[in-house]
């Protein structure tokens, strides 16, 4: 399996495809009769006549959500063969993220991060064009606006901006009006909202849009151990993942370096920022940090030598998957 998306070959697009339906297997026997989440913010629900519970029955909606992961898995492994970031063009960041997305059940479904996701692959691709331009106002001013048009859909992607400034920090010497067309791009959305807040005598409510940044950190996370065996493989192979770009990281170029710096301090926020929606944690945010996770698998198994290794750690991945699944 990992040998044959080591190449980039128009076949694998059907071998993708195959991926995706054997990793979500086990998802149809145990469907629920009603799936019931927010397609987006209320804020965005004022503007637009967008339902405010999901529309869609549940096989359709899984099929739908398995049809914009494969989207979006093409997207991001054009990007990163296109960057250059794992050393030669592959399909393996495709695979990895339709494995990384079918780790556990309510990333299966379709859900706001998953329509928030295409913006944020939409982003990495911005974030590697930063190194070789040199103005980059009309970029940082696009993702601004990108980052405030997300947090619409889903809040917690207001996590991003972070991201967009640790970007310049990694990869531009300081230089303000960057730093003002990031901020200016990403209130221009809440501008508008405001002004629509305001024509429809809501202007009141404009503020509770800001709440959940005033939520305390938590100091307690109830999580039950068995419903997250799972992740075991996906942790070892992050770790071996992390110890290969350690490896190679002072013999690779200064963009490389720095891409994979970026792509971790994103992950580092995509995990912390759960906090940031309001009500109950929902499991499905952690689909944010499926396109950096994907892409630094996908470096350890186009680096690992040993086949039967790496082969072995991939079947073991999709074999927990599918079990719990069932289990």
Known sequence: MIKQFRKLTPVNLFFLVLAALALRVGIFPQMPEVLEFSFAEPSLRLLLPIPSESPFMPKPNVFLAMILTLIQAVLLNRIVNQHNLLGKPSFLPALMYVTASAILMPFMILNPVTLCNFLLIWMIGKFLNIYR????????????????????????????????????????????????????GFMLVYLFLAVFYYWNDSLAQFYHIWIPLTTPFPSRLTINVADYIVLVPLILILILSLYQIRQNFFRSYVHIRKSFQLLFALLLLALISFYLKAGEVRIYHFLLAVPPVSIFMAYYFLHARKRWVYETLYFLLAGFIIYFQFF
């Open 133 to 184: 331009r040199p103005d980059i106002i009309s970029l940082m001013f696009d993702m601004g606006l990108i980052t405030g048009v997300g947090t619409l859909i889903y809040f917690p992607f207001i996590a991003m901006f972070l991201v967009l400034l640790i970007c310049l920090i990694i990869f531009r010497p300081f230089n303000w009006r960057e730093w003002a067309a990031g901020f200016i």
